[in-house]
């Protein structure tokens, strides 16, 4: 059943349900053990003095449930001399997968990139995870083969 | 012969002389081809009205001469729901290395990030840049095989 659903911007409201979906995807990654963040925090760090990201969510048309997220902030290549967007988290409830929502959230983060006049739109993926390569591939995405990441957790 | 030199941030004045920088070090890695940038762009996302972008530089105590550079703006992680430093470029000229500057700018922006309650410190090395892995690791480090960095050029 497809279901009947739009992208908008995240307001403060959305904030509590957006952390509940960060919550999910450490779940479906995983990683649960690494969350130490609080929904406080994150509706400082969208909503507060100084904001250093963004969300656009996915609802249903039906009941206005938020069934998907894209967090994301700004980041920057020196060749270019140039803002581009950096997508942190790109999440959608395992129950609403295989009906264009993701693809929906990406697009429209394209556009507003696009909007922006950025050079790059930039995101990271776990090497085997297959289906989710092949998807971003199929967007339209180089996946970089040489680079890694390098962390320090302070 | 060991360079007395001294690490502090980028002023205006600066800004000519980092984006020389920063076309040595896409002759360095071979990627001059993709360099797009100028020098007026750079000023502006470094100290226009809306930055997006900070610098620390290594400048040389006998006659000021920038002899390195790391360029880096704020990331995120919603799993901490607490921002980090993303180090964009590190760059020491070739004939200056081997000396500690190298060093000494990343450990100053470590020092950043803390001081500013940072969760992670990160950036990309390439995968056949032993060398530099080797030395990234001795920092205290995390190499994270698993990741690869996904792009749409605009």
């Given at each position: 059943?497809?279901?009947?659903?739009?992208?908008?911007?995240?307001?403060?409201?959305?904030?509590?349900?957006?952390?509940?979906?960060?919550?999910?995807?450490?779940?479906?990654?995983?990683?649960?053990?690494?969350?130490?963040?609080?929904?406080?925090?994150?509706?400082?760090?969208?909503?507060?003095?100084?904001?250093?990201?963004?969300?656009?969510?996915?609802?249903?048309?039906?009941?206005?449930?938020?069934?998907?997220?894209?967090?994301?902030?700004?980041?920057?290549?020196?060749?270019?001399?140039?803002?581009?967007i950096?997508l942190?988290?790109?999440?959608?409830?395992?129950?609403?997968?295989?009906?264009?929502?993701?693809?929906?959230?990406l697009r429209r983060l394209i556009e507003v990139a696009k909007e922006?006049?950025c050079?790059?739109f930039?995101?990271?993926?776990?090497?085997?995870?297959?289906?989710?390569?092949?998807?971003?591939?199929?967007m339209g995405a180089?996946?970089?083969?040489?680079?890694?990441?390098?962390?320090?957790?302070?």
């Amino acid at each position: 059943m497809q279901t009947d659903f739009k992208i908008r911007s995240a307001t403060v409201a959305d904030v509590p349900e957006i952390f509940n979906l960060i919550l999910a995807l450490a779940e479906y990654e995983k990683l649960s053990a690494q969350v130490t963040g609080n929904v406080e925090n994150l509706q400082a760090d969208l909503f507060g003095d100084r904001p250093c990201i963004e969300v656009i969510v996915a609802e249903t048309e039906e009941n206005q449930k938020i069934i998907g997220y894209a967090l994301f902030f700004t980041n920057y290549s020196t060749f270019l001399t140039q803002r581009g967007i950096y997508l942190e988290d790109l999440f959608v409830l395992p129950e609403y997968r295989g009906q264009g929502i993701g693809k929906s959230l990406l697009r429209r983060l394209i556009e507003v990139a696009k909007e922006r006049g950025c050079g790059r739109f930039e995101w990271s993926v776990l090497d085997w995870n297959e289906p989710a390569i092949a998807f971003y591939q199929h967007m339209g995405a180089e996946v970089l083969p040489e680079w890694r990441i390098c962390r320090i957790s302070l």
